[in-house]
């Protein structure tokens, strides 16, 4: 258990604490109040008053017991009618009413209501209401509580005060609303409130906590060069915001274990691409030291071989500059169909040699801003793809368009080669794929990857699928704006 | 004249180490990929292979228990340098020693000619025992051929000079560096597990004693111990 936690808890708590107290006065000050109302005055006194009242307002009229009221006590006797509105229009509190009613109704001969038809005809229910301050402040008149309790006694020991802010719809008349005991606060639900809100407290704080420590461990441990490690099962099945965090944790680490894996095996593959010239080397080497062979011949291999390492580390450096994202800056306004053409009369050039030509469907020119030199190299390196694996005398077809409704250059590069496994088709733009078909042949399986990295540098795209009638189809796509989202490199938009 | 298998995808490197074999007086035979090479391991007349470990296709381990499964043939292995899985895998699986590549054809032969000397009959010291007998374990040095509780051993080459050599100090512990020169042909090095792979794999092939201990022990510090009955 963190600090976390114990924050969490102790604010939680607090704030549970201080809404139980607040809401707790406030019903506690509520009830109070409306036990008072619904008090209804009992006393001998009481049904003297009413049926004097009673008779004021059946012979006398309204105006009579108007003024009969005037020199009522605090208490007064209402006269209210079917309606609930007191003959004089005086604040009358609904549940005193009900009250009153329902003790006509059970007690039809009570003294404390009487039922009284007045001088104008309606018919008007009598009460006094049972208001502080009570016959103890005021002298000379018996108490008329005849039920009155400790609790009551309590009440009228207090100093009179005015009314508070608290106090609902009821008679006018001084209040005592502190001074006294807490009647009638209950302890056991009190405590039983108490406990539950620190139950609650307690997990509130280790349902926030807890994920956060999990995913604290998980950070340690990817710290700590884990990559395998996975916050999710320890947070389980949550759908909030801290699961998602952890969702997003996970996902990180799992793009960051295939990052590694990924540079993992190209170290492990460049180590071997470059051994194998150095083991040619030796061997080599070996032989002439041994002076078992054509020396002149020999040395060609050895000079061979260190090209062969030049060009791998190149390459790599190439690939490597490309991944990095050494774009920004040397950017140039580049037209696609100089570029193509260039390279297409550079390939003819080279496949004339074997009796073999380029066809080029030039659809339509572009211009996008980018690197030339990279560029370049991406689609030089596709065409020789398919000059090294189309088989002799046979062509290779480049066709060229633009797609102004995506804004998008499009290059598609087709042979009539052998084309690749289906399922190679997705790896071979990956560093040092070859094919099963070209295990013979001359390179180490860069060229592909480079123009991959170079044309997805660019916001493109590309893809190979084999061809119906033979051969491989290798497509570029270019998009000739480029919005920042699409840059592999920049930052992606909020 | 005796018969090498060379099996690499690298058909630049075993046309250079096959012109240096012959040079050195071996008769070479060059297959560059793994499933031929395979086959024609099994085909039978040679010597010993030279087995590429790194090979597409068909990758060098899987030529090796191919070629495991029916024949005992020396294999020496060409590993990539500081790959100890492959090594290991490689040595469990039945080779008989390898090399790092890349390395020297100097280094190539003289483990080539290291195997090799192993398989010539015993020298001329002990020319006249028939076999060497320790408990229930029996070997035939000039035939090569060895049985456990009367039941034939299948064992590499490798594993025969070591068991050779261990019967012969049966009772006494034999050091690394005398099992690595005697049976392997070549100095001890640190950090080389070759030996302690090899008598793994020989452990497994001759199962335990009715005490549920191996015949062959490690004695700390000194070496391993073939126990005496």
Known sequence: VGRLFWKFFAFVWLAQFGGIVAIGSAFWLTQRHNESALDIESGPGAGMRIDAAAGILKYGGIDAFKAWSEHEPPNPVFAVDNSGIDVLQRPVAPSLIVHARQLSANEPRSHQVTEVQGADGHRYLLFAAAHEPRAGDQPGRPPLDSGGGAPQDGRRQGPPRPPGPLEMAGPPGPRDLFGGRFRGLPLLPTLSTLIASLLTAMLLAWYVAKPIRSLRTAFNGVAGGDLGLRVMPLIGTRQDELADLGRDFDRMTERLQAAMEGQRRLLHDVSHEVRSPLARLQAAVGLLRRKYVNEEQTVERIEEEIVRIDRLVGDLLKLSRIEAGEMAGIEEEVDLHELVSEIVADANFEAEGSGRSIIWNNGASAVLRGRPDILRVAVENIVRNALKHAPKSRDITIETSVDSARAVYSIQVLDSGPGVAPEELAKMFTPFFRSAQAAGTDGYGLGLAIARRSIEAHGGSIAAVNRKEGGLSVAIELPLSRTAASAPHTRPSA | ?229
């Open chain 2, 1 to 229: 004249m005796t018969r090498i298998l060379l099996i690499d995808d690298d058909a630049k490197l075993t046309a250079l180490l096959g012109d240096y074999l012959v040079a050195e007086g071996f008769a070479v035979h060059i297959e560059n990929d793994g499933p031929r090479g395979a086959s024609e391991a099994l085909a039978g007349g040679y010597a010993m292979a030279v087995l590429d470990v790194m090979m597409p296709q068909l990758n060098g381990l899987e030529v090796l228990r191919r070629i495991r499964s029916q024949s005992t043939l020396p294999v020496l292995m060409l590993t990539a340098r500081g790959d100890d899985v492959d090594r290991i895998t490689g040595l469990e699986l039945g080779a008989d020693d390898y090399v790092p590549k890349p390395c020297t054809p100097r280094e190539l032969v003289a483990r080539i000619r290291a195997i090799l000397r192993r398989l010539q009959p015993a020298a001329d010291a002990h020319a006249g025992e028939a076999s060497l007998v320790s408990g229930g374990l029996t070997m035939w040095p000039h035939q090569r051929r060895a049985e456990w509780l009367g039941e034939p051993l299948a064992l590499t080459s490798t594993e025969f000079s070591l068991l050779e050599v261990l019967l012969r100090h049966v009772g006494r512990p034999v050091s690394k560096q005398d099992l690595s020169s005697r049976a392997l042909g070549r100095p001890h090095t640190r950090h080389d597990r070759s030996i302690d792979v090899h008598l793994s794999s020989i452990r497994r092939k001759l199962g335990n004693l009715t005490d549920g201990r191996s015949i062959i022990q490690a004695v700390h510090r000194q070496g391993y111990q073939l126990l005496k009955e």
